[in-house]
């Protein structure tokens, strides 16, 4: 089964090849190809976490005031959920699904090592490559450092625009929170040596995650404006 998703991925990465003539816009591609794909389960995942946030609030009340009986403290807690309409698993569909995606490319680059060690891609495989090897790949295949502090920042932004707790506290932490795993999978990606190829898909699906989320902050921001609009004109017109 796996063998059959690999080859399946491959198939479609050389179709495109086929199209572009680089191996390097062709992981590009298919990163937007996937993006579409979960187009729908990472919008939810935004928006489960947009919700969550907004009763967070509520929720802390809930906590300080059932801290010494648990029962009643999950019963509310779930009372909370179902009144706002909110599912608190409902962020975490997207990463399940994009990191057995991540693990079958990796296993693709694996399988094909021979064909990403002759392809090339902008700064990749340059002579700048093999003037400075500590930075940069000779290859699709080999680990380009420079690339990876790009994808570290790509990471540390797509952090930035899921933190959407109203406390503040609560944002520092996220904020902490979010630099924390961005040094940590940079420092482990980079101990791991991994492919150039990889991060490049990774890179752009981050990028394009970024993009979605500030399209749905915007979406939504009209629809506050109009609500806290009509809310000021009720509350004049309740005081003339």
């Known amino acids: 089964m796996i063998e059959f998703f690999s080859t399946l991925i491959m198939n479609l990465i050389n179709f495109l090849v086929a199209i572009t003539g680089s191996y390097g816009w062709a992981l590009v591609i298919l990163a937007v190809l996937i993006k579409i794909i979960?187009?729908?389960?990472?919008k939810q995942q935004f928006?489960?976490?947009?919700n969550m946030s907004k009763i967070q609030p509520q929720a802390q009340k809930i906590q300080e005031l059932y801290k010494d009986n648990p029962q009643k403290l999950?019963?509310?807690?779930?009372?909370l959920y179902k009144e706002n309409n909110v599912n608190p698993m409902g962020g975490c569909l997207p990463m399940f699904i994009q990191l057995p995606i991540l693990w079958l490319i990796w296993r693709v680059i694996m399988n094909y090592q021979n064909v990403?060690?002759?392809?090339?891609?902008?700064?990749?495989?340059?002579?700048?490559?093999?003037?400075?090897?500590?930075?940069?790949?000779?290859?699709l295949a080999g680990q380009d450092v420079f690339l990876l502090f790009i994808y570290g920042f790509s990471m540390y932004l797509t952090q930035k625009t899921t933190t959407v707790a109203s406390d503040p506290k609560m944002a520092a932490q996220q904020n902490s929170m979010g630099l924390f795993m961005t040094v940590f999978f940079t420092w482990m990606m980079f101990q791991w040596k991994m492919p150039c190829a990889l991060i490049i898909y990774w890179l752009v699906f981050n990028l394009l995650s970024i993009v979605q989320q500030v399209m749905i902050m915007n979406d939504n921001k009209p629809k506050q404006q109009k609500a806290?609009?009509?809310?000021?004109?009720?509350?004049?017109?309740?005081t003339a």
């Open 74 to 79: 999950q019963e509310e807690t779930m009372k």
């Open 38 to 42: 979960l187009y729908g389960p990472t």
């Open 47 to 50: 928006e489960s976490m947009k």
């Open 228 to 238: 806290e609009t009509e809310t000021k004109i009720k509350a004049k017109g309740q």
């Open 116 to 139: 990403f060690e002759r392809s090339y891609f902008l700064w990749i495989g340059t002579p700048l490559a093999y003037k400075h090897p500590d930075w940069f790949a000779k290859s």
